[in-house]
């Protein structure tokens, strides 16, 4: 056993590792210090500190010092805290131990700050500036624009005060240049939006020529678009231009764009070879369908026939996404998407997308190709058609197909009934689209010529190929019309509603259906839903206003008459309508401001030319009757009764010369008329002139007449009342008859009142028996 010797003096850190280790009550650790004790003897623990004893330094053994001084309570010790002990053991806490402190319970709340320092402060006011913007986008994108600008004018308003609560804090280091270009691109847009556009232009002024956004230059792409909104396309213009200057060449796709900006600016100024420059430019470099479509428009307006040729092979020749080649993967396709279409599959985007795409490129093609064909070759359109049709067939043989339909319809419009016939027949062969559509042009040809039979075995055959065509179902209808089944007319105008809601053919010829099933709430129910979907369609208002009138609904008649007017001011039709139903409700003056605007646009119109002179004798405005009666006859100088109311008019105007003067010129060119000799009579008898040659053939006349009556009631004999001839005595009856009405009474009836204006048969004035004495057929007719 390895021993040592212990020295007091140098050896103090030799140790013996073979002691007998003894953990009873009598045995401690060793001490941490050195110190004077027996081996094996307990040694003391030490304190954090060291104080001599009353003895010496070191005499006896140690005691547990505290930091405090001696007699003083100690705390616990630093080095064993943490861990949760406790030298003194009170009465709460005996025997626990929780280091974790998960006895103590929950923790008291935060305390608030009294008082916000001015940076704090700030970035409040930033938050607060950024939740304005977003709600004010947000607002946008729902299309509440009054909401959104006054969002972003709160946005623009804190901003302000942010900035200059940092100016005032010493806090302009921190002032957020990005925050000021969001507020005030945000309210920018949101002026746009809201039709403001001065407003709009001079805030995008206000971020562009700041120099803390070298960025701002392309919002002249805005400022650009506001001008061309407003057709300022000079500044439009210089706003792109100036905007190009700040797009690098690597942004090629946002140079294009404003290129065509530019083009269509120089389109709409008339400049089409300027425009040509812009669109050639994005052509050679990155083509697309819109593009090639301008290009090919300028062309046309510059009529370059070989230049459209040019721009239409380059629009053919740019790729369409989706298009499918093989007819194996054409048919899967069309699976899919029936199944997509009746909800057993679901909705591929990416196919949507590419469909939409191709339906749009087909769609520029197409139109560029109707658009140039009659133009190609100006003394024959069909060479146009031909050559159009050849470039179509290379790798658009759908689109050649519907040219050669549009080439058809051109037969149709040169009045070619045959070769567009022959054309349209054609495509009997072909697939069932195609088939359908020629099916339905040909039932419409055959029906505008009256061929209702063919017109109605290619509706048939169009129904067949396709019953959801709603077109075909609307020829259908048409002939089933015409053969006035129209029942069955109705429900095919119904079946062709429900494939097309609006079909406004099917909604109009349902009105008329209905019209003709005695159904005038119904048709008229067709016709306001028509209204609303073409509501400035001057047939659909005329038909509305004509079935209120025929109900007897004057004042809903009235309503949408003054809206037709307003469609067609000039109508006088419509004036005269009009006119009559303010007659009706008893507003003469509106009936006559419409009547007298109906003349006016339309001056030879009998019935208005009668109701205005009728209208001016009621109001014994006889001057201005005349005009209208001479104008009447005029038109028709063959009909007497014009003249005869001119005549009335100045009889009844008291000048008796003029008016014997007329009636003598109306007598010589019309002897047999009877009441031009009795009102010739009268006149005479009151001025004091002969009457006499005037009177017997007035007698005459008169006989004639009555004889002519009585023939007619009997049977072109005169009979006695059992059937038998007529006895001398009932022979001698007519004249008796005659004489009568020519007795002394009827003849003072039938005088005219004297000149002087008293009645000579003593009654009093003349104005008191003046439409008694001297009434006038004709015109009491207008009049009644």
């Known amino acids: 056993m390895y021993s040592s010797q212990q020295n007091n003096s140098s050896n103090d850190e030799d140790y013996d590792f073979n002691y007998d280790l003894n953990l009873n009550s009598n045995s401690g650790p060793p001490g941490t210090a050195s110190g004077s004790y027996a081996f094996g003897q307990k040694a003391p623990r030490m304190s954090t500190a060291m104080q001599p004893q009353p003895g010496g330094a070191g005499g006896g053994p140690a005691s547990r010092m505290g930091t405090a001084s001696q007699g003083g309570e100690a705390r616990p010790m630093t080095s064993v805290s943490g861990a949760g002990f406790s030298?003194?053991?009170?009465?709460?806490?005996?025997?626990?131990?929780d280091p974790l402190n998960q006895g103590r319970g929950a923790a008291p709340a935060l305390a608030e700050k009294a008082d916000n320092s001015a940076e704090d402060l700030a970035k409040e006011m930033e938050k607060a500036v950024h939740s304005l913007i977003e709600q004010s986008a947000q607002s946008s994108e729902n299309h509440e624009f009054t909401k959104a600008l006054e969002k972003a004018k709160d946005a623009g308003k804190k901003e302000r005060a942010l900035c200059k609560h940092r100016e005032s804090n010493g806090l302009a280091d921190q002032i957020n240049v990005d925050l000021t270009y969001a507020v005030w691109f945000n309210l920018a847009c949101v002026y746009q939006q809201n039709g403001m556009m001065e407003e709009a232009l001079n805030t995008y002024t206000l971020v562009v020529k700041n120099k803390n956004y070298p960025q701002a230059?392309?919002?002249?792409?805005?400022?650009?678009?506001?001008?061309?909104?407003?057709k300022k396309y000079p500044q439009a213009i210089k706003m792109y231009r100036m905007a190009l200057d700040q797009i690098p060449n690597s942004g090629k796709e946002v140079r294009f764009k404003i290129f065509r900006n530019i083009g269509n600016s120089f389109v709409r100024l008339g400049q089409f070879q300027d425009a040509i420059q812009s669109f050639e430019t994005i052509m050679n470099a990155s083509p697309d369908f819109q593009t090639g479509f301008n290009l090919v428009l300028c062309y046309y307006a510059l009529g370059d026939a070989e230049k459209m040729k040019r721009g239409f092979n380059k629009m053919l020749a740019i790729p369409i996404a989706g298009i499918v080649e093989e007819e194996d993967e054409e048919e899967e396709?069309?699976?899919?998407?029936?199944?997509?279409?009746?909800g057993q599959a679901r909705v591929d985007s990416l196919r949507e997308e590419l469909r939409k795409r191709r339906k749009e490129a087909e769609h520029y093609i197409i139109t560029a190709a109707r658009l140039i064909?009659?133009?190609?070759?100006k003394s024959d359109w069909t060479?146009?058609?031909?050559?159009?049709?050849?470039?179509?067939?290379?790798d658009h043989d759908n689109l050649a197909s519907q040219m050669s339909i549009d080439q058809g319809l051109q037969y149709l419009k040169n009045k070619d009934f045959e070769k567009a016939i022959e054309l349209l027949k054609s495509f009997e062969k072909k697939d069932q689209n195609m088939k359908a559509m020629a099916a339905t042009n040909l039932s419409f040809i055959y029906f505008l010529e009256g061929d209702y039979n063919n017109a109605d075995e290619y509706a048939d055959l169009a129904v067949r190929n396709s019953r959801y065509n709603a077109k075909a179902l609307v020829n259908k209808g048409n002939c089933l019309f015409v053969a006035q089944e129209f029942h069955r007319a109705k429900e095919l105008y119904l079946e062709a509603i429900g494939v097309q809601a609006d079909c406004v053919e099917a909604i109009y010829n349902l009105g008329l259906a209905n019209m003709r099933m005695s159904s005038p709430d119904e048709a008229r129910q067709a016709f306001e839903k028509l209204h609303t979907i073409?509501?400035?369609?001057?047939?659909?208002?005329?038909?509305?206003?004509?079935?209120?009138?025929?109900q007897g609904k004057n004042q809903q008649a009235a309503k949408w008459f003054n809206v037709l007017i307003t469609r067609v001011p000039t109508d006088p039709g419509i004036l005269s309508r009009l006119g009559q139903i303010f007659s009706k409700e008893q507003e003469e003056s509106q009936g006559f401001h419409y009547q007298l605007e109906s003349y006016r646009h339309y001056p030879v119109n009998l019935d208005v030319i009668s109701w205005l002179g009728v209208w001016f004798v009621k109001h014994e405005m006889y001057e201005k009757s005349i005009h209208y009666f001479e104008r009447a006859s005029q038109i028709q100088p063959n009909e007497v009764k014009w003249r005869l109311m001119v005549t009335s008019c100045y009889r009844r105007m008291g000048n008796y010369s003029k008016a014997l003067q007329l009636y003598e010129q109306i007598h010589e060119e019309y002897p047999d008329n009877i009441e031009c000799?009795?009102?010739?009579?009268?006149?005479?008898?009151?001025?004091?002139?002969?009457?006499?040659?005037?009177?017997?053939k007035l007698v005459k006349l008169d006989r004639q007449l009555a004889t002519k009556s009585q023939n007619q009631q009997g049977g072109g004999a005169m009979t006695n009342m059992v059937g038998g001839p007529a006895t001398s005595r009932e022979r001698e009856a007519s004249p008796r008859a005659e004489a009568k009405r020519d007795s002394p009474k009827k003849q003072q009836a039938l005088a005219a009142p004297s000149a002087k204006g008293v009645d000579n048969r003593g009654g009093g004035r003349l104005q008191e028996r003046e439409e008694e004495d001297f009434a006038d057929d004709d015109v009491n007719d207008l009049l009644a």
């Open 217 to 230: 230059g392309r919002l002249r792409v805005n400022m650009g678009n506001i001008y061309f909104y407003q």
């Open 87 to 97: 030298s003194k053991q009170g009465a709460g806490n005996r025997g626990t131990f």
């Open 373 to 377: 064909a009659p133009a190609l070759e």
């Open 534 to 550: 073409i509501p400035n369609n001057p047939a659909v208002i005329y038909q509305i206003a004509n079935l209120y009138e025929q």
């Open 383 to 394: 060479v146009g058609y031909e050559w159009v049709n050849d470039a179509l067939k290379i």
């Open 677 to 696: 000799l009795r009102y010739l009579v009268a006149i005479c008898k009151d001025l004091g002139r002969p009457y006499d040659e005037h009177q017997q």
């Open 333 to 342: 396709v069309k699976a899919v998407e029936e199944a997509e279409a009746v």
